[in-house]
């Protein structure tokens, strides 16, 4: 099993920045890919951004430029650093670890966006 915890959410202006976090535990050494996803009111939840145990990083196209993911392995822990945030960029964060045979999830974080 692998426990995931978010945090770092909140409320930002538009143009401004957050960093989440998500904190790994558990069987870590199992897990071959993290991820962080969003989901808003009323719409499917999306990839936002993965690195893999190399370091590999994969960004959705509508936040390619103003965000980095991240990781500190000495941490077990992942990183979302967020610039340049515009209102549509709200929505429940969650972080995701894919492992072999099953993905885990945490239980999300909210970012709001807005003056």
């Known amino acids: 099993q692998v426990q995931l915890v978010e945090s770092g959410g909140g409320l930002v202006q538009p143009g401004g920045s957050l960093r989440l976090s998500c904190a790994a535990s558990g069987s870590i050494s199992s897990v071959l890919v993290m991820g962080w996803y969003r989901q808003a009111t009323e719409k499917k939840r999306d990839l936002v951004a993965t690195?893999?145990?190399?370091?590999?990083?994969n960004y959705a196209d509508s936040v390619k430029g103003r965000f980095t993911i991240s990781r500190d392995s000495a941490k077990n822990t992942v990183y979302l650093q967020m610039n340049s945030l515009k209102p549509e960029d709200t929505a429940v964060y969650y972080c995701n670890g894919r492992a072999t045979l099953r993905s885990y999830w945490g239980q999300g974080t909210q970012v709001t966006v807005s003056s």
């Open positions: 690195i893999t145990n190399s370091g590999s990083t």
